[in-house]
C-alpha cells in the first residue's frame, strides 16, 4: 500500500449502520454522560439543578440576544427640554462620608463603600490590594478618592445604576489601566491610582457607561454600531485618524481607541454632570453633538426623562 493509500485508510471512517459506527456512537454518548454526571455531583449544590435543567436548543438563541447588536437603532424619542420629568431616586452617602475620616484605615475605607453599595444597588466592594498599608499620605488620597466614588453613586439616579447591572466594585492594584468592566459578569475594577490621583469620578462613570452600553448593543453589538458610527465624518476611521479628524468626531483622545470608547467617553462626561442644555447646544462640533443627543434618546427609551436630570447643571 502506498504512503498516500496508506494516509487515506488511517483516517477513513466507519461506514454508516455498521456495528463500529454504532460503537462509536455509544462510546461518544457515554462519555458525554460521564462528564455532565461528573459536573453535577462536583458543583454546589445550589448549581446543580441548573445544570440538569440545561437546554443545549436554547443557546443559539441566547448568544444571538446578547452578543448581537440587538438594540442599536435609530432614537426611539425625540430629543429635547420637553421631555417628561423623571422620578429621580439617589443613594445618600452622606453618613457613611461622614463616617470616613482622615484616620480611616484603607480597608475601613473600603467596608463603608461595601456597606452602601449594598445596601443600595445589591452588590459589594472589595479590595484585590496586596496589601493596604499606604503611608499616610497615600491613605489620604486614597480615602478622598473613596468620597469621590461615593459622590459619583449619589450623584447617579439608582434607576440609571440598577441599568447597569453591577455585579461587583472592586478596588486593585492594576497599573496599565485606571478601570475596567467585565462584559460578561458587570464587574467593575478600579486602580488604586484612580483613586490616588482624583481621577475616580471620570473614571467609574465611564465603565458604568461600557455596562450601560453591553446593556442596549451587546457585548459584541457595541463595537459594530451602524447608527453611531454614521454619525462619523466621512472617512474618519478609529484608531487611525489624524489630530484634526478627531477634534471634529471625538469627545476625548482615548475616545479614538473604539465606538465602543467612544461611547464610553460619552458616558462619562454625562453621568459627571459635565454637559448641559446650554453647552451641548454651543458644541462647535455637530458630529459630537449628535453622538451626545442619540446616546441620551437610547437612555431615555430606558428611563423616560433621565436626560433632563442628567443635563441639568449639576457638576458632580
Not at 10 to 20: A, C, D, G, M, T
Not at 39 to 44: D, F, Q, R, T, Y
Not at 162 to 186: P, W, Y
Not at 254 to 264: I, N, T, V
Request: include cysteine; charged fraction near 20%; hydrophobic fraction near 35%.
Amino acid at each position: 500500500m502506498s504512503p498516500k493509500n496508506r494516509q487515506e485508510a488511517s483516517v477513513k471512517r466507519p461506514e454508516r449502520f455498521s456495528p463500529r459506527y454504532f460503537r462509536n456512537i455509544g462510546a461518544t454518548l457515554l462519555i458525554g454522560w460521564v462528564s455532565i454526571n461528573g459536573a453535577v455531583k462536583l458543583a454546589a449544590p445550589e448549581d446543580r439543578q441548573s445544570i440538569l435543567n440545561f437546554n443545549p436548543l436554547t443557546l443559539p438563541t441566547n448568544i444571538a440576544a446578547y452578543f448581537d447588536n440587538n438594540g442599536c437603532s435609530a432614537e426611539s424619542r425625540a430629543f429635547g427640554p420637553a421631555m417628561a420629568e423623571p422620578k429621580i431616586e439617589l443613594a445618600n452617602s452622606a453618613a457613611y462620608k461622614k463616617e470616613l475620616g482622615p484616620a480611616s484605615s484603607p480597608s475601613q475605607a473600603i467596608g463603608l463603600l461595601s456597606e452602601f453599595t449594598d445596601k443600595n444597588y445589591g452588590f459589594k466592594t472589595s479590595s484585590k490590594l496586596n496589601a493596604l498599608n499606604l503611608n499616610p499620605a497615600a491613605a489620604q488620597q486614597f480615602n478622598a478618592g473613596i468620597i469621590g466614588v461615593f459622590e459619583q453613586f449619589s450623584a447617579m439616579p439608582n434607576e440609571l445604576v440598577n441599568l447597569a447591572n453591577i455585579s461587583g466594585l472592586s478596588i486593585s492594584e492594576e497599573s496599565d489601566r485606571l478601570g475596567d468592566a467585565d462584559n460578561f459578569d458587570g464587574a467593575i475594577n478600579l486602580s488604586l491610582s484612580a483613586l490616588i490621583d482624583g481621577s475616580e469620578k471620570r473614571v467609574l462613570a465611564h465603565e458604568i457607561g461600557h455596562l450601560l452600553d453591553d446593556k442596549e448593543c451587546g457585548v459584541r453589538g457595541k463595537n459594530r454600531d451602524k447608527t453611531f458610527e454614521s454619525l462619523n465624518s466621512p472617512g474618519f476611521k478609529y484608531g487611525t485618524s489624524d489630530q484634526n479628524e478627531q477634534k471634529r468626531n471625538l469627545a476625548s483622545f482615548y475616545a479614538g481607541a473604539s465606538p465602543a470608547e467612544d461611547k464610553a467617553e460619552i458616558y462619562s462626561f454625562l453621568l459627571t454632570g459635565a454637559v448641559s442644555y446650554e453647552s451641548l447646544r454651543s458644541f462647535p462640533e455637530p458630529v459630537i453633538k449628535q453622538k451626545f443627543e442619540l446616546l441620551l434618546s437610547r437612555l431615555e427609551n430606558r428611563l423616560p426623562g433621565i436626560s433632563n436630570f442628567l443635563l441639568s447643571q449639576r457638576g458632580v
